[in-house]
């Protein structure tokens, strides 16, 4: 992982230039749905890591953040689910020759 901080030293909560949401004894992590999105796309002032991340990575991070940081969840995430949190692929809708 690159030296970006994860929403605070420890999972703890920051404040400072806008609200970092503490990871550590977060109820929204009892399903890796949601932060498996969050971390793909990012929500708000969170950045999107999904072009930064393989799939395996994704599930990594997911899983870790439910069970360490002071978390005790089932990581409930799958390869599958990553998959599928992923924006789609943009439609190329300029792929026809044109004269
Ligand atoms: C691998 C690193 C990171 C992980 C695993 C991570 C994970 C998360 C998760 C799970 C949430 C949702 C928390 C909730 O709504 O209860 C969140 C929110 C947030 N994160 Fe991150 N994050 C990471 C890196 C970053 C970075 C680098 C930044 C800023 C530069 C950042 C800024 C934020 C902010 C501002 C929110 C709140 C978004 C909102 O207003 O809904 N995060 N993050």
Redesign the pocket.
Known sequence: ?PA????GPNGSETIGA????A?SG?P??EYAG??TY??ING?????S?GHFLDDQQVLA?TDY?QTNLGNDYEADGTLDAVADARPAEPVNQNTEEHE
């Open positions: 992982m970006a901080a994860c929403n806008g609200k970092y949401p990871l977060n929204n992590l949601y932060a969050i971390i929500q708000a002032a969170m950045p890591l991070i953040i």
